[in-house]
């Protein structure tokens, strides 16, 4: 009994990592990216950037910072470690790399630059 459920185990984890949502979440980290751009201050624009890169590079990745909320939690290990498309996969990062660029940015019309190209760059991943 026990060995039959440790195989049906193994059967089921790549099925786990199929299921991640890459599409919900870069969808997600689009929204934030919008949402940022069009914030009226610059700490609500690195905040909704935060959300956009946690969704990007997930729990483990650069930048993640678990202060901020992850939208994405639940829909999968983040866009870029959940893609297997390499191109898609490179340009997830040149968005989370614009999106850092917003964090990083001392004053506004910077970071809503940032976080409108960064929203740019997500909406063009087919």
């Known amino acids: 009994m026990l060995i039959g459920a440790a195989v049906a ?14 599409t ?6 689009a ?6 751009s069009q914030a009226a201050a610059l700490d ?9 890169l946690n969704c990007l590079v997930g729990a483990g990745g650069t930048g993640f910072d678990a202060k901020q909320i992850n939208p994405c939690a639940g829909s999968g290990s983040g866009a870029i470690p959940d893609e297997t498309d ?10 989370a790399n614009s999106a850092r660029a917003g964090i ?23």
């Open 104 to 126: 990083a940015a001392a004053d506004l019309a910077t970071a809503q630059k940032a976080a409108t190209q960064t929203a740019t760059e997500l909406k063009a991943i087919k």
């Open 24 to 29: 919900g979440e870069i969808t997600t980290a």
């Open 86 to 95: 390499a191109a898609k996969k490179k340009a997830l990062e040149t968005a």
């Open 31 to 36: 929204t934030h990216a919008t949402l940022a």
């Open 44 to 52: 609500g624009v690195q905040m909704h950037l935060h959300h956009t």
């Open 9 to 22: 185990a193994l059967m089921l984890a790549p099925v786990c990592a199929v299921a991640a949502d890459v």
